[in-house]
């Protein structure tokens, strides 16, 4: 009598009456069933109105590749990518500040004029009384951290209604550049240091170096708290599905940065034109500092219970003053180095510095991108889908013609659709029993 051992029927635990399942050879149907169940609640979730970022992902593609087709010459060369980083640098900045205020169910009106009225005082500083270039960048920061505090103190302490308080500061800051500049004047910026910032690029070797230590460290960074996540038994994506992201973004990123090491100079003979922009490394430095906080410090924790609600935030022991305070601190901080790029950009500041349409843009890149203008729910990344699709408009309707007012009509078209997927979204969550 041979002895043979056979495999006992395994029992899959998820489906319905214990129905048994046949092992597989290398366990390939067990191997692809977390990936089917991966999709299938990724499904749900959309239909119960988490949409995440995707429609802005969607616009941003199909924006593209219209404005790709209509001027293929034009739109897609290095140079107007390069461009393109270069106008969205200060909407983007201002709406990853936005992003914490818009967390908590709030709005900062005066965010736009805040980072003139910041660029305005790193001018005079420069210009006026002679100051060191990081000086001056300092005092411009710290007038935006007090802006915040002011601002914060008057929402979070007094009870002002946030509306309110940054309407008033909008009108507000618009006399402070006004009485720093003086009506009709401007203040040329001759700071190499900060002129560099929008208009010198990162050499190509260097711009190399320092994308893959990027990609590296965000890579493995994600699979690291992947693998935190399964070690703990905590909800994980299937291994494919976490490998997706990372690989994208590399991918995307080594494009990116091939591109713009091209030449792309019209008179090589005069300049060469090769490299990253040194705003684009500073703003995805930001924007990773900013992330790292929102999603994995306690203080990010604090500020999602705030927006979610902020009554059961208090009753659980958190401050809800002070991580308001913080929000509007971290928003009128952001706009001070917003007012630096754009001081860097113009090489001067005149006196509509942080005016025109800076405010309703940056507000409008952050609801794009997937920020909730209800609360509890955005991200940083959010800031820089929206704003690639606003300066994408912008850019893109320019190059084929169109007014001012077209480009604003579509815009504000955009936005309010952004803002009605929004409103959907949430009413699906909360009737299908989410939060």
């Not at 119960?48 to 616009?59: F, S």
């Not at 893959?212 to 460290?217: E, R």
């Not at 705003?279 to 999602?304: D, E, K, Q, S």
């Not at 001012?404 to 579509?410: D, E, I, S, T, W």
């Amino acid at each position: 009598m041979s002895n043979v051992t056979t495999t006992p029927p395994v029992t899959d635990p998820r489906s319905s009456g214990g129905a048994q399942l046949t092992p597989t050879r290398g366990g390939l149907k067990d191997a692809f069933r977390p990936l089917s169940e991966y999709f299938h609640a990724y499904v749900s979730r959309m239909r119960g109105g988490d949409m995440g970022a995707l429609p802005a992902v969607m616009g941003l593609l199909v924006l593209s590749a219209i404005f790709t087709v209509a001027r293929p010459s034009a739109f897609s060369s290095a140079l107007n990518l390069a461009n393109l980083f270069q106008q969205g640098a200060v909407v983007v900045t201002i709406a990853m500040g936005l992003v914490f205020v818009l967390l908590l169910g709030e709005i900062d009106l005066s965010a736009g004029f805040a980072s003139g009225v910041c660029g305005s005082v790193m001018a005079v500083l420069l210009t006026h009384a002679g100051a060191p270039w990081f000086v001056a960048v300092a005092a411009a920061i710290a007038t935006g951290v007090l802006i915040g505090l002011l601002i914060g103190t008057l929402v979070a302490r007094i009870g002002i209604p946030s509306f309110v308080v940054t309407l008033g500061a909008f009108l507000a800051f618009q006399g402070v550049v006004l009485l720093i500049i003086g009506g009709g004047g401007n203040i040329s910026i001759t700071s190499p240091v900060i002129i560099a910032i929008q208009n010198k690029n990162v050499p190509p070797l260097l711009g190399w170096i320092l994308t893959v230590i990027a990609v590296a460290t965000y890579s493995i960074g994600t699979m690291v708290n992947w693998a935190v996540r399964r070690r703990d038994g905590l909800a994980t994506k299937p291994l494919v599905v976490a490998l997706l992201k990372p690989i994208a973004v590399t991918v995307v990123t080594l494009a990116v940065v091939f591109v713009l090491n091209l030449e792309r100079s019209l008179n090589v003979r005069i300049t060469s034109l090769r490299g990253v922009p040194i705003v684009v490394p500073l703003i995805v430095l930001i924007a990773m500092v900013l992330g790292f906080v929102l999603r994995r410090t306690a203080f990010g924790r604090h500020v999602y219970a705030v927006g979610g609600n902020a009554e059961a935030a208090r009753r659980a022991g958190i401050n809800v003053a002070r991580i308001r305070i913080a929000c509007f601190v971290l928003c009128s901080g952001l706009a001070a180095v917003a007012g630096i790029f754009a001081a860097s950009r113009a090489t001067s500041v005149d006196p509509n510095a942080g005016g025109q349409n800076i405010l309703l843009y940056a507000v409008g890149a952050a609801v794009i991108g997937g920020t909730s203008l209800f609360g509890g729910k955005g991200r940083i990344v959010d800031a820089l889908i929206g704003g690639a699709v606003v300066a994408v408009i912008d850019n893109g309707m320019g190059l084929l013609g169109y007014s001012a007012g077209v480009k604003y009509l579509v815009t504000g078209a955009v936005l309010i659709l952004a803002a009605g997927v929004d409103a959907l979204s949430r009413r699906r969550s909360v009737a299908s029993g989410g939060a």
